[in-house]
């Protein structure tokens, strides 16, 4: 029975140890000063800056750029069909790569 009116009496001084406790206050004017700080680091982007981090504006940009890729992508996945027959027929090989000779040295040299 020593251990019960023990352990009851160290409920009940941890429960008392609570009683003088009281909410924690925030300084005078904190949330001012922190909205104050946001503002001016927002303000250092410019209007640029203010324009870019707009969500409508961001994800227009992001629409805009990924139907350009997609575009792209397609008219080249077009255009690498046409160029696999041309390049089997040898038409690009030939036209790329002409067969003339280019002499590096020229043979009539000049004497003093």
């Known amino acids: 029975m020593s251990v019960d009116s023990n352990n009851n009496s160290r409920i ?13 206050k925030a300084p005078d004017f904190l949330y001012t000063r922190l909205r104050g ?5 927002f303000d250092q982007g410019g209007r640029l800056g203010r324009w870019l981090t707009r969500p409508v504006l961001a994800l227009t940009i992001a629409a805009i750029i990924l ?4 575009t792209t992508v397609l008219k080249m996945w ?6 696999k ?3 089997e027929s040898g038409q ?9 000779v280019y002499p590096v040295y020229n043979e009539n040299s000049v004497e003093p």
């Not at 077009?78 to 160029?83: D, K, L």
């Open 85 to 87: 027959s041309n390049i």
């Open 37 to 41: 700080r946001m503002e001016q680091e």
């Open 12 to 24: 009940d001084a941890v429960l008392n140890s609570l009683e003088g406790m009281q909410r924690a």
């Open 92 to 100: 690009i090989v030939a036209a790329d790569y002409p067969a003339g």
């Open 78 to 83: 077009g255009s690498n069909n046409a160029a």
């Open 67 to 70: 139907i350009i890729n997609a």
